[in-house]
C-alpha cells in the first residue's frame, strides 16, 4: 500500500554521483536526486532498470523510473530563463545541457545562491557555475504544442509569476507591471502573452548590455514595443527579432487547430518524496487505503537497487590491501616516516656543515665529515629501497587479487548485465584494471607528502619560534589556493577531455569509413570537420595552460610573499646568518609541497570513477550456479529420449529503455512441433526468441517450460538444450574446425562430417587453403556472409541433447534456393525437437504447420500457413501479396538486366 504523506524537504549540498561510463550520465544524475531526499539507491541496480543504450537514457524513463521509487517527479518544459528564478519553483530538476562536442548530457540543478547555482555533473560532481554560464549551456529544446493548451499554462501563476520577476528586475513599478500583465491576460489568444514575454527578454538584454537603464526609460521602452508587438499580426514580420520569442507559430502543419512551437529548456522537476511500499511485479496487487487504486509494482531491479547496499570504493581498495595483514602497511607507514624525517635531517647537516667548515683545519677530520655526510645521504638511498619493493609488491598482488575476482566473477554474470552495456566500455574497463596497481604508489606519495609538510612546518616554527603563526598561514594558503582552483582546473580539463574525445571518435568513425569517404570523394568536407574539431580542441588547450600558468603564480607570489615576510622579520629580530639560507629554504618549499598534495585531491575523483567502473561488475547480481555433473547427466538423458518442450507464455510483457517490445504476449508451444514467425521489422520477432535465452526478462507475464517457470537455474539449463543460429553469432579468429567445435559436443550420432554436409560446408571446405585447420579471420572476414550462416549452422547441428532450435535469419546471404534446402535439412536433422524459425521471407513459411504474424509487439495472427494465405484480410496474406507482387514485377520483369556472378566470372543471362 502507498502513503499520502509527503515531504520536500533535502540535503542543503547536491549528492555527488560520478558516472562509471559516457553514457551513464542518466542513472547517475537519478541517484543524485534520489539521495538527495533521503532515498538509498543502487547505482549499478538503476542503471538496469534504466537500461542505458548508445545514446543514453530518455529523459522519459527518468521520470518514470524517479515516480516508481518514491518521488514526485514531473517533466516539464520553461522557458530557459525563467529556469533560476524562484518564481518558477523548478528547482531541484535533472536538465538537458548541451556539451561542447555538441552532445546533450543530463545534469542535476539543485539550488540557487546568490548570484551561483549549485550543479551536480555527473562527469565531474559538484559544481558552482553562475548563472549566465550555466543558462548558456542549458540545452534549448523545441515542441509543438496547440496554441490553447500554450495560452492556458501562459495564464497561471507558473508564468506569470516569473515574467513579472522579470519585469521588476527591470526597474520597473508594481502597477505598471500588474498593468501590462492584466491587458496581455484579456487577450483570449496566445500574442500578447507571447509578445509581452518577448518584449521583456529583449529589454533585459538592452539594460545588461548598459544600452539602457533601469527604471522609467527601460519601461516606456518595454510599453511601446509591446503594445506595437501584440496589435501587430503574427504572420507578418515581427518588430521584435524571433531570437526573443519564446513560442511561434509553427507552419507545417495541415491540422485545422493552430499550433505553437515552443522554446525552452528541458527539465524533469522533483518537488519532494512521498512513501511507497516496496511491492514486487509477482506480488498480488493491493488496494490503497487512503487513496485507493492499485500500486503498480516494482520490476526486480528497482526493488534490488533499493536493497542493495552502496559501493565504498575506497573501503573496498582497503579490504584487498588488508588481506596481507596490517603489518606491511605499518613498515610502509614507518619508513616514509623515516625518508621524511632523514630529507629534515640531511638540510640539517647541511646547514651544520657550514657553521662547522671554518672550524675543520685537519685534512682527516674533513674527510671524515665528509664520509659521514656520505653514509648519512647512502643510508637514505638504501632507505628507498625496501619503500619501491613492498609499493611493487602490494601493486603487483591489489592487481593479481583483482583479476583473479573478476576471473570468478565474469563467468556468473547474467547476458542481460553484457546486454546493457557498450562493447567497447567493458573493453575500456579491461584496459584500465592494470592503472590499479597505481594505487599503492599515489598512497605512498600522499603520506610522504603530508610527512613532509609537516616536519617542514615544524622546521620552520624550530628555528624561528615567532614564525610559528606566518609558518601555518603559509601551510594553509598553499594548500587553499590549490584547493580553490581546482574547480576551474577541473572545468577547463573537463573541456580539454571531451574535445579530445571528440577527436578521438571523429578519427576513429574516419578510419572505419575510410573507403565510403574516397569512394564519394568526401575528403574535403572530412577535412573541414576535422579542422573545426581540432580548432577547438587547441583552444581548449590553450584555455586550461592560461588558467594553470595563472594559478601557479599566484601560488608563486602568495609563496615568495610569505617567505619574504618570514626572513624580514628573521634577520630584523637579529636571526644568525647561517639560518636564512635554512628558512629560505624551507619557507620556499612550503607552497611546493602545498601544490603538490593539492594536486593529489585533484586526481582522486578521476581514480575514484576509475575505482567505481573496475569495481562495478562485481557488485552485479548473479545468475544461479549449476552442477555441472547433473547438467550434463540431465542433457544425456534428454539427447537419449530425443523429445522436445512444452513452452508456454502467460501475458509476458517486455520493456526495454522505457519502450513496450512485447506486450500481453500468450502463446504455447507443443514438443516437436515447428513454428514460423514472420513480421515488420522491429515487431518484436527477436526479443520473443531472446526470452528462452535469457537475454529480457517478461515484467510482467512469465514463461513455463515443461511447466517449471524459466529462471534462475532453470534458466541455466535450458540453454544446454538450445541451439542458435543468427547473423549475431560470433565467429571466431579460429580454424575452421574449432568454430564448428565451439559449444558443441561431437557424438557418435552427429559426426562432425555428417555436421558439413547437411549445412553444405563441403564447397567452402575444398576452397580453404588448409581445410579444416584455416582461420576464418577476424568476424568470419574471410569467408563471404552466406558461408559464415553455414558455418554457424554447422556449429548448431554439432550441439547433442537440443530441445528447442532457433533460427533467426539462419540462411541470411544464401539465393532463394539454398534456402530452401538448407531449411528442410534443418527441419530433418532437428525432427525430435521444437523449431522456431525467423524469417521475413513469408513464402519459406508456408512449409510449416503453423504461423505467427507479430505486428506492434503483439501475436496479431496465430494458424496453419494455408488457412492465414486463404483468408483475404489476414495480415499473413496481405504480406505473402505483397511479396509475389514484388517478385512479379521487379525480379521477374522485363526492366531488368540479369547478371550471374559464378566462381569469380560475371556473365550475362537471357
Not at 622546521?459 to 615567532?466: K, M, R, T
Not at 610569505?562 to 607552497?591: C, D, H, K, M, R
Not at 579468429?733 to 567445435?741: A, G, I, Q, W, Y
Not at 588448409?770 to 579471420?777: A, C, F, M, R, S
Request: proline fraction near 4%.
Amino acid at each position: 500500500m502507498t502513503s499520502d504523506t509527503f515531504t520536500t524537504e533535502r540535503r542543503f549540498f547536491v549528492p555527488e554521483v560520478v558516472q562509471t561510463s559516457a553514457m551513464d550520465c542518466g542513472p547517475a544524475t537519478l541517484k543524485c536526486l534520489l539521495e538527495g531526499f533521503g532515498i538509498s539507491a543502487s547505482y549499478g541496480r538503476l542503471r538496469e532498470a534504466c537500461q542505458t543504450s548508445v545514446d543514453g537514457t530518455s529523459i522519459n524513463t527518468l521520470e518514470e523510473v524517479a515516480i516508481k521509487l518514491g518521488l514526485i517527479a514531473e517533466q516539464i518544459m520553461v522557458p530557459a530563463d525563467h529556469l533560476l528564478l524562484p518564481q518558477a519553483q523548478a528547482l531541484p530538476a535533472v536538465v538537458v545541457v548541451r556539451l561542447p562536442n555538441g552532445l546533450v548530457h543530463f545534469v542535476v540543478a539543485w539550488r540557487v545562491h546568490g548570484p551561483f547555482v549549485q550543479i551536480m555533473d555527473p562527469s565531474t560532481g559538484r559544481r558552482w557555475l553562475t548563472h549566465s554560464r550555466f543558462l548558456g549551456q542549458v540545452y534549448v529544446h523545441t515542441y509543438p504544442l496547440p496554441a490553447e493548451t500554450w495560452r492556458d499554462w501562459a495564464g497561471s501563476e507558473g508564468f506569470c509569476e516569473p515574467l513579472t520577476h522579470c519585469i521588476f528586475n527591470l526597474g520597473i513599478e508594481s502597477t505598471q507591471a500588474e498593468t501590462l500583465i492584466d491587458t496581455a491576460s484579456q487577450d483570449p489568444g496566445w500574442h500578447s502573452f507571447a509578445a509581452l514575454d518577448a518584449a521583456t527578454r529583449m529589454v533585459s538584454a538592452m539594460v545588461r548590455a548598459g544600452g539602457l537603464d533601469r527604471g522609467e526609460e527601460a519601461g516606456g521602452v518595454l510599453h511601446s514595443f509591446f503594445e506595437k508587438a501584440r496589435k501587430q499580426s503574427s504572420e507578418k514580420k515581427e518588430i521584435i527579432p524571433s531570437a526573443y520569442w519564446s513560442v511561434r507559430v509553427q507552419t507545417d502543419t495541415d491540422d485545422e487547430e493552430e499550433h505553437l512551437c515552443f522554446k525552452g529548456a528541458v527539465l524533469v522537476h522533483v518537488e519532494g518524496r512521498r512513501t511507497v511500499v516496496r511491492k514486487s511485479e509477482t506480488d498480488e496487487p493491493e488496494e490503497h487505503e487512503e487513496a485507493g487504486g492499485e500500486s503498480e509494482p516494482l520490476s526486480p531491479e528497482l526493488i534490488a537497487a533499493l536493497e542493495e547496499e552502496p559501493t565504498r570504493p575506497e573501503l573496498e581498495i582497503l579490504r584487498f590491501l588488508r588481506k596481507d595483514g596490517l603489518l606491511t602497511p605499518a613498515v610502509l607507514t614507518a619508513a616514509l616516516a623515516m625518508a621524511a624525517y632523514g630529507l629534515a635531517v640531511e638540510v640539517l647537516l647541511l646547514r651544520g656543515l657550514l657553521d662547522i667548515c671554518h672550524t675543520l683545519n685537519l685534512f682527516g677530520q674533513r674527510i671524515g665529515v665528509t664520509g659521514a655526510v656520505l653514509i648519512f645521504v647512502t643510508g637514505l638511498l638504501f632507505l628507498e629501497i625496501p619503500v619501491s619493493v613492498i609499493i611493487l609488491r602490494m601493486s603487483q598482488r591489489l592487481e593479481i587479487r583483482l583479476r583473479i575476482v573478476f576471473l570468478k566473477k565474469i563467468p556468473r554474470l547474467s547476458d542481460r548485465y553484457f546486454h546493457s552495456r557498450l562493447t567497447s566500455d567493458m573493453a575500456q574497463r579491461v584496459h584500465e584494471l592494470r592503472q590499479i596497481r597505481t594505487l599503492p604508489g599515489l598512497g605512498a606519495n600522499f603520506l610522504r607528502l603530508c610527512f613532509q609538510i609537516i616536519l617542514t612546518a615544524a622546521g620552520v616554527i624550530c628555528l624561528f619560534p615567532n614564525s610559528a603563526l606566518l609558518a601555518i598561514l603559509a601551510t594553509f594558503f598553499s594548500i587553499a589556493i590549490s584547493f580553490a582552483a581546482q574547480p576551474l582546473l577541473t572545468e577547463q580539463d573537463l573541456r580539454l577531455r571531451t574535445h579530445i574525445g571528440a577527436l578521438s571518435r571523429f578519427y576513429l568513425d574516419a578510419l572505419l569509413g575510410l573507403i565510403p569517404i574516397r569512394t564519394h570523394c568526401a575528403e574535403r568536407a572530412v577535412r573541414r570537420e576535422h579542422g573545426s574539431l581540432l580548432l577547438e580542441w587547441i583552444r581548449s588547450g590553450m584555455d586550461f595552460l592560461k588558467a594553470e600558468i595563472l594559478i601557479q603564480a599566484v601560488e608563486a607570489l602568495v609563496g615568495t610573499g610569505f617567505a619574504i615576510w618570514i626572513l624580514f622579520n628573521y634577520i630584523s629580530q637579529g636571526g644568525e646568518a647561517s639560518g636564512v639560507l635554512l628558512l629560505f629554504y624551507w619557507t620556499l618549499n612550503l607552497p611546493a609541497l602545498g601544490n603538490a598534495l593539492a594536486g593529489f585531491a585533484k586526481q582522486y575523483p578521476m581514480h575514484r570513477n576509475r575505482i567505481l567502473r573496475l569495481l562495478e561488475p562485481l557488485g552485479a547480481p548473479d545468475e544461479t550456479e549449476i552442477n555441472g555433473h547433473e547438467t550434463s547427466e540431465h542433457c544425456s538423458q534428454k539427447t537419449a529420449e530425443e523429445k522436445g518442450v512444452a513452452i508456454s507464455l502467460e501475458n509476458v510483457s517486455v520493456r526495454t529503455g522505457g519502450q513496450t517490445i512485447l506486450n500481453n504476449i500468450n502463446c504455447t508451444m507443443q514438443p516437436r512441433e515447428h513454428i514460423a514467425i514472420v513480421g515488420p521489422s522491429g515487431a518484436g520477432k527477436s526479443t520473443l526468441a531472446g526470452l528462452f535465452l535469457g537475454w529480457h526478462r517478461p515484467s510482467p507475464g512469465r514463461i513455463l517450460i515443461d511447466g517449471e517457470l524459466l529462471t534462475g537455474q532453470r534458466l541455466q539449463s535450458f540453454r544446454q538444450e538450445i541451439a542458435w543460429v543468427d547473423p549475431a553469432v560470433q565467429i571466431w579468429n579460429r580454424t575452421f574446425f574449432e568454430n564448428l567445435h565451439y559449444g558443441a559436443t561431437i557424438s557418435n550420432s552427429s559426426p562432425i562430417t555428417s555436421a558439413i554436409e547437411k549445412a553444405d560446408l563441403l564447397s567452402v571446405l575444398e576452397r580453404l587453403p588448409h581445410g579444416l585447420q584455416t582461420n576464418l579471420g577476424e568476424g568470419g572476414g574471410l569467408v563471404s556472409g552466406g558461408e559464415g550462416q553455414r558455418v554457424r549452422l554447422g556449429r548448431a547441428m554439432l550441439r547433442s541433447g537440443v530441445r528447442l532450435v532457433i533460427l533467426d535469419e539462419p540462411f541470411r546471404g544464401l539465393d532463394r534456393e539454398k534456402r530452401r534446402e538448407l531449411l528442410v535439412r534443418s527441419r530433418e536433422h532437428w525432427q525430435g525437437a521444437n523449431l522456431i524459425f525467423i524469417s521475413h521471407d513469408v513464402r519459406e513459411t508456408q512449409i510449416f504447420e503453423r504461423v505467427l504474424v507479430i505486428e506492434h509487439g503483439k501475436i496479431a495472427e496465430d494458424d496453419a500457413p494455408e488457412n492465414l494465405a486463404a483468408s483475404p484480410g489476414s495480415r499473413y496474406h496481405a504480406m505473402l501479396a505483397s511479396e509475389k507482387a514484388v517478385w512479379k514485377e521487379f525480379w521477374s520483369g522485363t526492366k531488368w538486366r540479369r547478371l550471374r556472378l559464378n566462381k569469380g566470372r560475371l556473365s550475362e543471362k537471357n
